[in-house]
């Protein structure tokens, strides 16, 4: 029983809550405020296509299209426009209203505080589908079009803030519970960026894929404004007196006079409402109300910008006149095509040997500056012995030579690079543990090389390090480039210029006497973004896929090329990361094509256009014999700049063929029959058939990732047996992309094409006929393109004499470092059960013989393997951290003979991933004795058939 002391205490406090609680209500006021900008932001597979927004639509979106593209809604009110800072936000909640509906369907959508501001344009949107973006509008990439780009393409946004449950009903929908961030907004104006909604984004199920997206009404429905979105605020005003103030940003916010004061802003005294204030960065209010401020478009170093010319003077850009406005156009660079002569790659000299037969090579990784074009300054590239392209490396078939890469990279005042030039998003698998050390790993494409040579990523070395590699060439003559192949950075070395051009010759094509010398030319398409400057442009951080505005075809952009009247040899290479090209020239000049990427074709075919996927090449004779002199023929990329081939054509400049006086030579005649050997391989009800899904996922890192069956880099399923051939199918389940599928080591012949249907268990099925391969794919390839909804079937050559771990993988680059690329581990066919193991076994084939490793991991080489139980106790050489305090890795701790027991640290500690400290938190993958490489533990004792050589790999600067 409460004593009367107790009964008043408790009275008073109750009494107390209610008068705090009360007291709180006492001068509030509520606002309902409007957007002062919202947008709808398509998604996109590249950050130079589909840029489509919805800045001036009547509707924002939120769901996911019928052709499975996302659509998210942005909205931005400025909250202290009408809420003073300082303020005490009582509650919030924001109001939309759902317009319009075609699927009877409820789903949620959830509301985000976004990362960063965005822009609204004049865009407008098409049912979902949006427009092209217009300047400041945002995209699926650009927070700003086109200079601002998102961290994470789909917008940068943090966890959910609120949801609701939107049906088919045409009405109104509250997102509740906001009242957190705008308090933060209120307290810090420049926090604020706005809200993104997110609707049901993974539509597809057994059945089939449906659309999602509902349709809410914009504040650009002009007459439909009480369907507006809005967002109501109760709130107590502050104490102190507040006006509107112009801050030098030339926004308004409702602040009081010493706040105003302490950003530099112009205090409006006595207006208590931003809504009768024009604010300008570059003027005066008196200068806003007397019309005395005229701005324009200005086009500075990387953006464009509406100032006034004076301003612009200060920001050394220039500027485009008064009252003009910046478009997607306005400050484009460009740039005067065919004034450069088109480079011929240097040929690669030996240190010993000559080229063309069994030689030694050093070949350097350098930084360097290159001119790509007369009119722009230097461009900062890597490049190979100095040189972008790198130097023609001209072989022998059956002549083997030995070339010691070096990892010389170096920053502009010659001291090793720590980091890389370009940004790395460390999210990627490689750059998890690596972070952005720019590693290298040199990959022949196209050649027929032992794994521990073959361009493994997992081979990678950073920079003062290198690798000595013999290379067999035991293959027919073909046009076969070299790139660098780092893991999760492949893109970003290839787009830094590192890449050239690897020839194999033999007797058979020589003695077809094909146009040679100064007749016979390279012809390495790669495309590039650069600025003013001639520095280059690449995303941020990682996008799905990217394209240049410039053609740079051996290194010069849009170059043109001397012919004389005569037939011409060009071996055409598709380097871009990951453009698609449909070459033809202006006047439909025939191309006689007579070889793909591994060889001379069977027979010739004569084609007016060419076709080429990223890594693709083709050999082709052309005859300039009967054109006239200073005639200019212009070769032009028609395919669009997406992956969709279904898009419109386009029309763009490659390079350009000036006939030059010269006596008219004989035109070259190709033979009926090239190379009898060159038949397609024939496809057996008893070779093993595989199946290979090619899909976009959602995924924590980039908001996306592409795979192979779902699994990544380090999940090996594929165990083909040398001297065997398997059919696979590659299934293209992307309504948008083609994915061109690549094989190292082995080579394959397309057996057939057929188009699919999404859904059912498998999740899509086989439709209509299949065909044979196309005329252009006829031969013996290394790369095949995978259209939209379709599949293709290969025959694959798994060769003799190799086996081991060797990738394969999609050569979009930017799809191939996430995560689109996988492993297959070629096994042996042998096994004597005598013990040893013997050429010709292996862990695999022969587990009595060769042993299967519990680990890959080798301490000593540099990094902290911590999914295999390295830590700084068992192995201090790699992992960081002492026992008695923070040690990094896993497992036991044991040290002078004494346990402590165990840590799980692993990588997570800021320690273990210092300035030349690595850290990997993935098991590796086990080390097999009989593989042909010397890895794991694996020594001369242990595994003397794999390690005739000792160990070089190294993580360590």
């Not at 303020?87 to 759902?98: D, G, R």
């Amino acid at each position: 029983m409460l004593t009367m002391m107790q009964m008043s205490k408790s009275t008073f406090a109750l009494a107390l809550v209610v008068v705090v609680v009360a007291s709180s209500f006492v001068n509030s006021a509520q606002v309902t405020i409007t957007p002062v900008k919202d947008n709808t932001i398509v998604e996109t597979f590249d950050a130079n296509q589909e840029l489509n927004s919805g800045g001036a639509s009547d509707g924002i979106y939120a769901g996911m299209r019928v052709d499975q593209k996302r659509l998210r809604a942005v909205l931005d009110f400025e909250v202290t426009r009408k809420v003073p800072v300082g303020s005490q936000v009582i509650s919030a909640f924001l109001t939309i209203f759902n317009n319009k509906v075609k699927f009877p369907y409820k789903y949620n959508h959830t509301l985000h505080e976004l990362g960063q501001d965005f822009g609204e344009g004049s865009s407008t949107s098409i049912g979902g589908k949006g427009s092209p973006a217009t300047s400041f509008d945002a995209t699926w990439v650009h927070a700003e079009y086109p200079q601002k780009m998102w961290n994470t393409p789909g917008g940068d946004y943090g966890v959910a803030l609120s949801w609701v449950e939107v049906d088919f009903a045409q009405r109104f929908f509250t997102f509740p519970g906001l009242t957190k961030v705008v308090q933060k907004w209120v307290d810090d104006p420049s926090a604020e960026h706005g809200f993104i909604i997110i609707g049901k984004e993974d539509s597809c199920t057994s059945a089939g894929c449906t659309g999602t997206a509902r349709q809410f009404v914009s504040k650009d429905d002009v007459g439909n404004n009480e369907h507006w979105p809005t967002l109501t605020i109760n709130y107590n005003p502050p104490a102190n007196a507040y006006a509107a103030c112009c801050t030098p940003e030339g926004t308004c916010h409702l602040e009081s006079q010493t706040q105003c004061a302490s950003e530099g802003g112009v205090y409006n005294t006595g207006i208590a409402n931003c809504d009768g204030v024009t604010c300008s960065s570059e003027c005066t209010p008196e200068e806003i109300l007397n019309n005395q401020c005229i701005t324009g478009a200005c086009c500075t170093l990387d953006s464009c910008v509406v100032v006034t010319e004076g301003k612009c003077g200060e920001l050394n850009g220039e500027y485009k006149g008064d009252n003009e406005v910046c478009l997607a156009t306005t400050c484009a660079l460009t740039l005067l095509p065919f004034v450069d002569r088109l480079p011929m790659p240097a040929l690669a000299q030996p240190d010993n040997g000559r080229p063309g037969s069994t030689a030694t090579y050093t070949i350097t990784m350098d930084q360097v500056r290159q001119k790509l074009h007369r009119d722009l300054p230097p461009t900062v590239l890597w490049g190979y012995n100095n040189m972008f392209p790198g130097p023609t490396i001209e072989t022998w078939s059956g002549d083997p030579i030995t070339v010691t890469w070096i990892n010389n990279l170096r920053d502009g005042q010659g001291q090793l690079r720590k980091s890389h030039y370009l940004h790395v998003d460390q999210c990627l698998h490689g750059p998890n543990f690596s972070k952005d050390v720019p590693m290298v790993e040199p990959h022949v494409h196209g050649g027929k090389m032992p794994a521990p040579v073959d361009g493994h990523p997992d081979y990678e070395f950073p920079p003062g390090a290198s690798s000595t590699r013999v290379y067999p060439n035991q293959q027919r003559a073909g046009t076969l480039w070299y790139h660098d192949h780092g893991l999760g950075i492949t893109r970003l070395n290839v787009y830094m210029g590192m890449a050239g051009c690897y020839i194999v010759r033999d007797e058979h094509e020589t003695n077809l006497q094909l146009p040679s010398g100064k007749y016979e030319i390279p012809i390495v398409i790669m495309d590039r973004n650069v600025d003013r400057n001639g520095k280059l442009i690449y995303p941020f951080n990682w996008v799905g896929s990217y394209t240049g505005d410039f053609f740079v075809v051996n290194g010069k952009i849009n170059p043109y090329v001397p012919v004389e009247r005569a037939s011409y040899r060009f071996r055409f290479l598709n380097g871009c990361g990951s453009r698609m090209l449909e070459l033809k020239t202006d006047d439909n000049m025939p191309f006689t094509l007579i070889g793909s990427e591994q060889g001379l074709r069977k027979n010739p075919v004569t084609l007016t256009k060419l076709f080429l996927v990223p890594g693709e090449r083709v050999d082709v004779v052309v005859d300039f014999t009967n054109r006239q002199v200073a005639e200019k023929i212009t070769l032009k990329n028609i395919f669009p700049r997406s992956h969709n081939p279904n898009d419109p054509k386009i029309d763009e400049n490659v390079i350009q063929f000036h006939v030059i006086e010269s006596t008219p030579r004989p035109a070259f005649v190709a033979p009926s029959v090239l190379d009898a050997s060159a038949d397609q391989f024939t496809g057996k009800k008893s070779q093993p058939k595989k199946e290979f899904k090619l899909t976009e996922e959602p995924a924590e890192c980039g908001g996306k990732k592409f795979t192979i069956n779902g699994l990544g880099w380090d999940s090996i399923t594929e165990f083909p047996v040398v001297g065997t051939k398997e059919q696979w199918m590659f299934v293209n389940l992307d309504a948008n992309h083609i994915h061109p599928m690549h094989s190292h080591l082995a080579t394959f012949t397309v057996l057939k094409r057929q188009p699919i249907q999404l859904g059912g268990a498998n999740g899509f099925s086989l439709v209509g006929n299949p065909s044979g391969p196309l005329d252009r794919e006829l031969g013996v390839k290394d790369m095949v393109g995978v259209f939209p909804l379709e599949a293709v079937t290969v025959v694959m050559d798994f060769p003799e004499g190799y086996g081991g771990r060797f990738a394969y993988h999609c050569h979009v680059l930017e799809h191939e470092d996430h995560d689109m690329m996988r492993q297959f581990f070629l096994m042996q066919n042998g096994c004597n059960n005598n013990g040893v193991c013997e050429e010709g076994e292996d862990c695999y084939s022969c587990p009595n013989d060769c042993e299967l490793a519990a680990t890959g991991s080798r301490c000593g080489n540099g990094l902290c393997e911590s999914g295999d139980g390295e830590n700084c106790s068992n192995c201090p050489e790699d992992c960081a951290g002492t026992p008695e305090g923070t040690c990094c890795g896993t497992g036991p701790i044991v040290f002078a003979d004494f346990s402590t027991g165990a840590t799980n640290v692993g990588c997570g500690d800021a320690s273990c991933t210092v300035e030349g400290r690595y850290c990997r938190t993935p098991a590796q993958v086990p080390s097999c004795c009989g593989d042909t490489e010397c890895l794991g533990e694996e020594s001369p004792q242990s595994c003397p058939v794999d390690c005739k050589v000792p160990q070089t790999l190294t993580w360590l600067i």
